[in-house]
């Protein structure tokens, strides 16, 4: 975008206590407003950047959107509110007590021209502006599926070719195919059943892998008895693991195979292409070998007793939002040894260097419709920001113990109610 082609500015004044006031001077442009200095880019000439997002727009009625969904009594009423969603798309997934399920993908999505996808920038001229949204009948949505029950694991959920095309990135699908294989084994799902199928650990990348690992050369004795302890193991990247640990670094590893050609170390949040290109092609075997053996010095060298659990290697980390920065930050930050990883029902996405666990599930609820009063629900920490309040951490022993407490709608106590009262003017 060529500088000096605003389409308006304006100045911003964000007040800072016991400080000068930050001055910020907002460009914004027919495209979006210019994020140049934001995030520091420039185009191939150094022009202006700006960003197009639909929920920058003036007539989003989004907050309406989720007001009507909480008063919605059927199915055709709530898909009716979620129309009025604009952003963020967004999984809905609908459930009723006359037994009804559905599922609703909402949300205001770009039309492009052909050969925009809005995954790269592209000039400022007119040529490349949307041409309108794609309408709420085209967005995908089902009722009542002829399987018994939906997935949803932020996976593509639509076949591959579906138009109007919606969007790119999805998460792997080996989540949602472990729910689904779980859920098939039951003949009928009960309360403990969910509970089990949130708290799993069972990793299908194993699976997926685990013909490249029984084809890896290798001649180190004690690699070997690892590689044979891997075969044996069931797949489960559970805390007391250790053949868990040797699995996920072996991972690591392997995902540095694109390294020297895009200057990116870990290719590991994308499996696909991995397992394409070593198992079903068959490439690059020497590499995937000695990837074997360099996850077992890495371990190694950072544990110094060998190998070691995955657990203590694999901490969960919670820090608070706003101290994790000070010099005391570590006095609020709560650790935990768990399992699982970036592809588990229970996920644990982790830092590839430290291993530590930064997003993972931050709330677990089960809702029984036959009987409300047997929901259950957990999330990690506790009600209160407030580090010296009883109640900052005091969920946290129950949600590393896969325990729930009640999600009572009667028969509770109330020990203090506070009203919001609008000020008169």
């Known amino acids: 975008m060529e500088r000096d082609t605003f389409f308006s500015k304006r100045t911003e004044t964000i007040v800072v206590k016991n400080d000068q006031p930050d001055i910020l001077v907002v460009k914004e442009t027919v495209m979006g407003p210019v994020v140049s200095q934001a995030l520091n880019i420039t185009?191939?000439?150094?022009?202006?950047?700006a960003l197009r997002w639909v929920a920058l727009d003036e007539d989003d009625t989004t907050a309406i959107a989720m007001y009507k969904v909480m008063y919605a009594r059927n199915f055709d009423e709530f898909r009716s509110a979620l129309s009025l969603l604009t952003n963020p798309a967004q999984n809905f997934i609908?459930?009723?007590?006359?037994?009804?399920?559905?599922?609703q993908c909402p949300g205001r999505t770009p039309i492009r021209v052909e050969g925009h996808s809005g995954k790269y920038p592209v000039h400022s001229n007119s040529s490349y502006h949307w041409q309108g949204f794609v309408s709420f009948s085209e967005l995908p949505f089902v009722l009542n599926p002829k399987?018994?029950?939906i997935v949803s694991a932020n996976n593509q959920v639509l076949p591959n070719g579906y138009l109007p095309h919606i969007a790119y990135d999805f998460a792997s699908p080996q989540r949602a195919t472990r729910i689904v294989d779980m859920i098939n084994l039951k003949s009928k799902i009960q309360v403990e059943d969910m509970i089990e199928i949130q708290l799993d650990t069972v990793t299908v990348l194993y699976s997926q892998l685990r013909p490249l690992i029984q084809r890896l050369v290798l001649t180190d004795d004690d690699a070997n008895q690892w590689r044979n302890k891997v075969l044996a193991w069931n797949g489960n990247v559970a805390a007391d693991s250790e053949e868990a640990t040797v699995f996920e670094v072996f991972y690591l590893e392997l995902s540095k195979i694109l390294q020297n050609e895009t200057g990116i170390e870990y290719w590991n949040r994308r499996p696909t292409f991995l397992i394409s290109h070593f198992v079903e092609k068959n490439l690059n075997l020497e590499f995937a070998s000695e990837s074997?053996?360099?996850a077992l010095n890495r371990i190694r060298s950072i544990s110094k007793k060998g190998i070691i659990p995955w657990g203590q290697l694999h901490h969960l980390s919670i820090q608070h939002n706003i101290m994790e920065n000070?010099?005391?930050?570590?006095l609020w930050e709560r650790r935990a040894s768990i399992g699982g990883d970036?592809?588990?029902i229970n996920v644990a996405h982790f830092d590839r260097e430290n291993f530590d666990v930064r997003t993972g599930p931050s709330y677990r609820h089960i809702i029984d419709l036959e009987d409300m009063d047997k929901s259950l629900f957990i999330f990690p920490m506790g009600e209160s920001g407030n580090p010296y309040s009883n109640y900052f951490d005091n969920l946290l022993p129950s949600y590393l113990a896969g325990k729930y407490i009640p999600m009572r709608m009667s028969g509770y106590d109330v020990y203090s109610t506070l009203s919001l009262v609008r000020k008169k003017s």
Not at 326 to 330: L, M, R, T
């Open 43 to 49: 185009g191939e000439n150094d022009e202006d950047v």
């Open 94 to 103: 609908y459930a009723d007590i006359q037994g009804n399920i559905g599922y």
């Open 147 to 149: 399987s018994g029950f």
């Open 292 to 294: 074997f053996l360099r």
């Open 326 to 330: 000070s010099p005391v930050g570590c």
């Open 342 to 344: 970036d592809f588990t």
